[in-house]
């Protein structure tokens, strides 16, 4: 009789060890769901913001510059961003402009600045190899200079770095001018040969760079006429520039900040909004000159065929 | 009676030994030349540049060299890269021929290869997309240059109407309207359109256009005809001096050979502003052998203008598109 009762208790604990543990599993599996469920509303959440953000930088970069001029002054980061957020209500001027492009769950407010910023007299930017890089120069104060410094990537022994400036200005009267330089790296940084080949000699219209910043390559523009445009062509290489002016600094180009953010209800899990998880910034520079491309520095170019008197 | 026989003998016989010894000096070949920038081309393979210069003495005003030194003080010695610049992808083949009638390279401002071109050429729909100026309804299509007075910006066209206007020019110069902006560009509007853009007659602006130019945006063969160009006029100076035959910039995206064709079946010298531009090859055919004196067939002389205007009109346009500098994240 013990033994039966004895038997039955024993039953009983293994049932409700098997119940507990059935529960906690349970329990666990359900609280592994949820966080499941909550990291992939956050993950979501998270690319949606930053889809956003980079469909609003996306959607100003197709904007020709009259039109992006248009936001500079109205409607720059400060009057857009503060810490905790969007300035709320946000300047009805630049709702009105587009400041803010809505998608289905999201949306993003893009702030447009100039570049560089007021107050920096260098322009840092890079350009890929044979191609035209534009520097704007209008409003660029006649009579001083621009100093272009360059760093290319290490030079074969054939291959010795050169950069082609081609500088136009007005003259007025309804003429322009194209004057044009050709200048080779500082022959002591270590990416650029220790001396011009003898076919690139001086008397080839070679002008050796005399000066240096770091590890970068500088010469002199001089600004003659009314400046309009310097185009860089740094030939065989790469480059990167940094392009410092005296007195006027020209407008290089903008500075587009896009800020994308999850909407209120955009999904289930819970409420993201105003939390960083659901919120993304891109920032983009652009320039504000054409990529015109080689060709318009040439008088007669095909870009694949060959120019022949036949 | 018999004396003067003679003498008017032995004049005809120095008049025609003359004529023979100038003539030898003639340059019977198919030669061009630039001035004011240089020459690019991304052909793969040899002799992408190709031309045989005449020979020049040196106080000849034109030099041998395919970019020429031009009106400057003193008397300029080539090469420099203030001239102008050969690029080519590969190789070039850019000779002079001596007295003796042999050639040899010439010495060039700056001749560079470059492997690969990093620019493309914008694709031919993003200029017909831009092409957003309307032609007023009242305008004669077929008289576009002549008859409408348009103002500067980018107007689509058919192929048939653009022929037909540079066909008006004969005898004519076109007209731009004075408004913003200086170039006044024609977008052959149909794309798929095999034909040829042909330029018979000299493309000149009237004189109160002042700088503001035309520019020819097609996505066929570009022709130039043979009643285009000038007969040479008595000094290089004066060649050097007189206005452009084609003041109009032309630019093709078609890989056609030749995407653009200056035509023989004269001797008259074309004078172009460029930049000149194609896709595909550029052959020049002219050969304006003119006797004793040696003429280019084909003088393709840079005019800054198009460059800056260009720049200045994709403010507003977009054409070209500007190069996104960095991307940051936060």
């Known amino acids: 009789m013990i033994n039966k009762n004895c038997q039955a208790g024993q039953a009983l604990l293994l049932v409700l060890f098997a119940i507990t543990l059935g529960l906690v599993s349970l329990v666990g599996v359900s609280m592994r769901t949820v966080t499941s469920t909550r990291r992939v509303f956050i993950d979501n959440a998270y690319y949606k913001a930053q889809a956003a953000a980079e469909a609003g930088a996306e959607a100003f970069l197709l904007k020709a510059n009259r039109q992006l001029d248009t936001f500079l002054d109205s409607c720059g980061p400060t009057k857009l961003f503060t810490a905790q957020g969007f300035v709320s209500p946000l300047p009805a001027v630049c709702v009105a402009n587009g400041s803010v492009v809505e998608f289905s769950e999201s949306r993003a407010v893009v702030a447009v600045e100039t570049y560089p910023a007021s107050g920096e007299d260098t322009y840092e930017v890079s350009a890929p190899v044979n191609t035209a890089l534009g520097i704007n120069l209008v409003g660029a104060d006649s009579g001083r200079v621009v100093e272009v410094c360059w760093q290319g990537t290490s030079s074969t022994s054939t291959d010795y770095a050169e950069i082609l400036a081609f500088y136009y200005s007005e003259a007025g009267g309804g003429t322009f001018k194209l004057t044009q330089h050709k200048h080779t790296c500082y022959e002591s940084l270590p990416w650029c040969s220790s001396s011009p080949p003898g076919s690139y000699s001086a008397s080839a219209g070679v002008r050796d760079s005399k000066t240096h910043l770091g590890e970068y390559s500088c010469f002199d523009v001089p600004m003659t006429d009314t400046p309009y445009l310097l185009n860089l062509v740094a030939l065989v290489n790469g480059a990167t520039y940094k392009i410092k002016f005296a007195g006027h600094v020209p407008a290089q180009g903008y500075k587009i900040t896009s800020i994308g953010e999850v909407k209120s209800g955009a999904a289930t899990g819970g409420s993201l909004v105003s939390s960083s998880a659901a919120r993304k910034k891109v920032v983009v520079a652009r320039s504000n000159t054409p990529r015109l491309g080689l060709w318009f520095n040439f008088a007669a170019a095909s870009e694949t065929g060959e120019l022949v008197a036949e | ?330």
């Not at chain 2, 359109?193 to 256009?209: F, K």
Request: charged content about 15%; overall charge neutral; aromatic content about 8%.
């Open chain 2, 1 to 330: 009676m018999a004396i003067g026989f003679l003498h008017g003998t032995l004049v005809f016989s120095v008049v025609v030994l003359c004529a023979a010894v100038g003539s030898s000096h003639a340059y019977a070949a198919v030669w061009f030349t630039t001035y004011g920038a240089g020459v690019l081309s991304g052909q793969e393979g040899d002799a992408s540049i190709k031309t045989v210069q005449p020979y020049f003495s040196p106080t000849d005003l034109f030099k041998s060299t395919l970019v020429q030194p031009g009106v400057v003080s003193p008397v300029p010695t080539m090469p420099d890269f203030g001239y102008g610049a050969l690029i080519a992808r590969q190789n070039y083949d850019v000779k002079e021929t001596s007295l003796a009638g042999a050639t040899s390279p010439t010495e060039d401002a700056f001749v560079k290869h470059a492997e690969g071109m990093g620019d493309a050429l914008p694709e031919y729909q993003r200029f017909v997309d831009a092409a957003t100026s309307t032609i007023p309804a009242s305008c004669n299509r077929a008289k576009l240059l002549t008859a409408c007075n348009l103002a500067p910006g980018i107007y689509k066209a058919s192929l048939a109407n653009i022929n037909s206007s540079l066909n008006d020019l004969n005898g004519q110069k076109y007209h731009v309207a004075p408004n913003e902006g200086g170039l006044l560009i024609l977008v052959q509007e149909d794309p798929a359109s095999t034909g040829t853009l042909a330029i018979n007659y000299n493309v000149a602006a009237v004189p109160s256009a002042g700088s503001k130019r035309l520019v020819l945006v097609t996505n066929g063969r570009i022709a130039i005809g043979p009643n285009v160009g000038t007969a040479a006029p008595a000094t290089q100076a004066a060649y050097l001096a007189r206005e452009a035959d084609i003041q109009a910039m032309l630019i093709t995206t078609t890989t056609s050979d030749p995407s653009i064709d200056v035509l023989a079946g004269s001797t008259k010298s074309v004078k172009i502003e460029g930049p000149l531009i194609a896709k595909g090859k550029v052959r020049f055919r002219r050969n304006a052998d003119a006797g004793i004196v040696k003429w280019p067939g084909v003088f393709v002389e840079f005019n800054p203008m198009y460059t800056t205007e260009f720049a200045r009109l994709d403010s507003s346009m977009a054409l070209f598109g500007p190069a996104a500098i960095k991307w940051t994240y936060d």
